[in-house]
């Protein structure tokens, strides 16, 4: 049985019929899932800095509400003295997952300074850092 040329293929679909015998190598096969990997790529590099910069935000706001609330506890303790006023202090700073860096008792003001560790990162600890004071109201 005879195979028809491509020329007579040509002539019974036309002048603009595709060519079923194409030689070359295609030279663009395989681009669009290359690009498509790199999108995804950055795609993940973008979220996983997103994600990064959360978490530090976090860190630095429960940092925050844990020296706060170890500088209201520790100055209702204040007339008890430095060592029991940062004592509670210490306590509800820890229950709130921060660690007591410095603690001084300044009259009956008491200032507090906390740090709150998180990872950023796999492999990356930092720590966030918060000052509070906590006293009696003056007029």
Same mark, same amino acid.
């Given at each position: 049985?005879?195979?028809?040329?491509?020329?007579?293929?040509?002539?019974?679909?036309?002048?603009?019929?595709?060519?079923?015998?194409?030689?070359?190598?295609?030279?663009?096969?395989?681009g669009a899932t290359v690009l498509l990997l790199a999108i995804?790529?950055?795609?993940?590099?973008?979220?996983?800095?997103? &994600?990064?910069?959360? =978490? /530090?935000?976090? %860190? *630095?706001?429960?940092? #925050?509400?844990?020296? !706060?609330?170890?500088?209201?506890a520790g100055a209702a303790r204040a007339l008890d003295g430095?060592?029991? &006023?940062?004592?509670? =202090? /210490?306590?509800? %700073? *820890?229950?709130?997952? #921060?660690?007591?860096? !410095?603690?001084?008792?300044?009259?009956?003001?008491?200032?507090?300074?906390?740090?709150?560790?998180?990872?950023?990162?796999?492999?990356?600890?930092?720590?966030?850092?918060?000052? #509070?004071?906590?006293?009696?109201?003056?007029?």
């Open positions: 049985m005879r195979r028809p040329g491509l020329r007579s293929l040509r002539r019974r679909h036309g002048p603009n019929a595709e060519r079923l015998d194409d030689s070359r190598p295609d030279v663009e096969r395989g995804g790529l950055v795609f993940v590099l973008f979220g996983t800095f997103g &994600a990064a910069v959360a =978490a /530090a935000g976090m %860190a *630095g706001q429960r940092a #925050a509400v844990a020296a !706060d609330l170890g500088a209201l430095d060592a029991m &006023a940062c004592a509670s =202090a /210490a306590d509800l %700073a *820890g229950r709130n997952g #921060a660690r007591l860096v !410095d603690c001084r008792l300044d009259g009956l003001d008491l200032l507090v300074t906390v740090e709150a560790a998180f990872t950023p990162l796999p492999g990356l600890t930092r720590v966030a850092a918060s000052t #509070a004071r906590a006293g009696p109201v003056r007029a």
